[in-house]
């Protein structure tokens, strides 16, 4: 890596010469570093906000799953059947979908080489279980931080390579040269107060983006505090964005910030919504009598976690709507308490549950006590976790929302996970690989796949770099913007937190899990004009309002393409599928609530992906024919030929 200076209007700006940049520290722009360190790429560098921030290293789950093809016992698998599945998931591209499949035992196989303990049994087969949306056992887990594992061997091996990581570094723009990628430009979070010290220019042929989802973009949100996204940086710039409107919402705890899926729903907790005065409810007692049909709903709850618009008419989503009518509709606060049982029962009826909830009940021997003695019975680890974050399941109750948790769609991306610019690549949660629906687990799949196939197009279409003058011609427009959007928002005040706070809450309230078609026009002009007078409205006065004033800028572009996409959508005739509904007096009212009134899916536009693109006067959106699930296999012999002749596979 080569530092270099360059001037800008008499601010002088270091700059680093390298080949690729990776933005991000997760498991997919680690996994895209090592690849291209180890196909023989030295000149690369990482950038990142935080090394030790980022949702790969800082979620989990009941049972955090990784999907991948089936390498255990006599059930029959292959990448086309896997492809099919996921193919399935609706509006999901073919050629990615059999990409994901076909690298996942490779990609699997390279993180349990790197000592992520995935189990094997005693013949040294990784043994499966089987996930949501998965017809075969092809999920498996090394636990409920199985994503943190991943990052943190990944990491291991960066530096046991000695790649270099650029820290506290916040990703800005996207610079171009004839439309080709030709560098990033970067604000430093520590030392920005000062303008001779604000920025750093990294000139590069090519950028892999795995920044994650656009976590920032929602007030009710599961995703580790301190993770924003960068999407839109990518939308400026110029990137499309695919099937914007499917995400995964579910409940979660608000501090910390985690799901309460598997184990803590299966041990039926007591929900208790708290007016602010003080008042307190068990609301889905209030709202379902019947004790058996009501906890077992909870019970489903558990491993139906994500909300689903399907479960919402009669299955176990109707809970997630009770919680957000209590939270959202009514303003109180939502607990699940697991020192007493709901109901007010001293001993539960255990056998009037449904066959599914006590069948599980009474093999894992827990049909007795409460649900925090459930818990330490059936998932100790379950409430060590919480322990070591700071709440005391024996002791305190645990609040809880409605909560954005992973984004099914994102940038658009080929089949080398390359977006349409040149040089330009996207790989984790940031690219819109799935579709509506998509098996547990293949979120951490994709990711590898997706960074794995980036680094492989660019370690074999090395692209001819621009000289330092080109360059500086090219980005200099870009810079002096940025330079002078500091100038105009740093000084003496700050408005910035408040003015994220705003934003994110009207985002949660008109284009989360339940979505106000009437309410998308007014936000996005909202933003549009929010957006456009950044420099006269926000003020900054410290380095971390001063990130936050290009993240307010990166929320706002996000939720101006997400609630286009969802206004589009509903205008094509889309209705209410996945993890979303979209409200409609002329619809049906989910086990009478008359709130959520909603029109089911009729499957017209499952072949189809919607695309939209960044404009400040007006995104524009369209929809095109998903692109069709190849053959895959072939005659070895012509395949072999055209591996050997460089160009015709990748």
């Known amino acids: 890596m080569k530092w270099e200076t360059f001037d800008f209007d008499g601010v002088q700006i270091p700059a680093a010469k390298l080949d690729t940049v990776v933005v991000g520290t997760g498991a997919a722009g680690y996994n895209a570093a ?133 820290d506290r570094l916040l990703a800005v723009k996207i610079l171009k040269w004839k439309d080709r990628v030709c560098g990033l430009l970067a604000l430093r979070l520590n ?28 007030a009710d949100t599961v995703y580790p505090c301190g993770h924003f996204g960068s999407s839109g940086v990518l939308f400026e710039a110029g990137v499309k964005g695919k099937n914007l409107t499917e995400w995964q919402y579910g409940l979660a705890s608000k501090a910390p910030r985690w799901n309460v899926s598997g184990t803590y729903m ?41 909300f689903d618009s399907r479960k919402a008419r009669n299955g176990s989503s109707v809970v997630d709507l009770l919680v957000y009518r209590e939270t959202v509709l ?96 996207a790989a984790g949660e940031v690219v819109g690989s799935h579709g509506v629906y998509r098996p547990g687990g293949s979120a951490l799949n994709a990711g590898q796949v997706g960074s794995t196939r980036a680094a492989e197009y660019i370690l074999r279409h090395p692209a001819a770099a621009i000289s330092a003058g080109e360059f500086c011609d090219a980005v200099h427009a870009g810079v ?45 002009e909202q933003n549009r004009l929010q957006l456009g007078r950044l420099k006269e409205t926000v003020r900054a006065s410290t380095e971390g309002g001063l990130a936050n004033a290009y993240r307010l800028r990166d929320i706002l572009i996000s939720q101006i393409m997400y609630l286009t996409a969802m206004q589009d959508y509903v205008k094509k005739g889309g ?37 939209v693109s960044f404009d400040a006067q007006g995104c524009r959106s369209g929809f095109r024919p998903v692109r069709p699930l190849p053959e895959g296999g072939g005659f070895f012999e012509n395949v072999w030929r055209r591996f050997r002749e460089d160009g015709n596979v990748y």
């Open 34 to 166: 090592l690849r291209l360190f180890d196909g023989g790429m030295k000149d690369i560098a990482i950038v990142t906000e935080g090394v030790t921030a980022g949702t790969s290293r800082n979620t989990g789950s009941d049972k955090q799953t990784y999907y991948k093809l089936s390498l255990s016992g006599d059930s029959p698998d292959s990448p086309h059947a896997m492809a099919e599945d996921l193919f399935a998931g609706k509006c999901v591209d073919g050629d990615i979908a059999y990409a994901e499949a076909a690298l996942s035992v490779r990609c699997f196989l390279h993180l349990a080489e790197l000592g992520v303990p995935f189990p094997v049994n005693r013949y040294g087969e990784y043994v499966g279980y089987k996930t949501d949306h998965d017809p075969r056992t092809r999920a498996t887990s090394a636990g409920p931080l199985t994503s943190k594992l991943m990052t943190e061997c990944l990491q291991a091996a960066a530096e046991e390579r000695g790649i270099t990581v650029l």
């Open 191 to 218: 030392g920005c107060r000062s303008e001779a010290d604000r920025f750093v220019l990294l000139r590069c042929e090519n950028i892999i983006f795995a920044t994650g989802g656009p976590a920032g973009i929602y």
């Open 266 to 306: 299966q041990v039926l907790p007591t929900f208790v919504s708290v007016e602010p005065d003080g008042t307190e409810h068990e609301f889905l007692a209030e709202y379902d009598p019947d004790v058996s049909s009501c906890l077992s709903a909870v019970f489903k709850k558990g491993y139906e976690w994500p």
């Open 330 to 425: 009514r303003g109180r606060k939502v607990f699940l308490d697991f020192r007493r049982n709901p109901f007010g029962l001293e001993t539960l009826p255990f056998e009037t549950l449904a066959p599914e909830a006590y069948d599980y009940l009474k093999n894992a021997e827990a049909c007795f006590g409460t649900p925090i003695e459930r818990l330490m019975h059936m998932n100790e680890p379950a409430v060590e976790l919480y322990r070591s974050k700071g709440v005391d399941l024996k002791t305190q109750r645990l609040e809880i929302a409605l909560c954005a948790q992973h984004n099914n769609g994102g940038a658009a991306a080929d089949l080398w996970w390359q977006t349409e610019i040149p040089g330009l690549f």
């Open 480 to 524: 002096s913007e940025n330079i002078q959007f500091c100038r105009a928002v740093f000084g003496e005040t700050e408005n910035v937190g408040s003015l994220m706070r705003k934003a994110q809450a009207e985002m949660s309230r008109v284009g989360g899990a339940i979505r106000d078609p009437d309410g998308f026009a007014a936000v996005i």
């Open 575 to 611: 209705k209410s599928r996945g993890s979303a509904i979209y409200r409609s007096d002329s619809g049906i009212a989910p086990r009478g609530l008359e709130e959520f009134r909603f029109e089911p899916d009729d499957g017209a536009l499952d072949a189809l992906v919607q695309e």
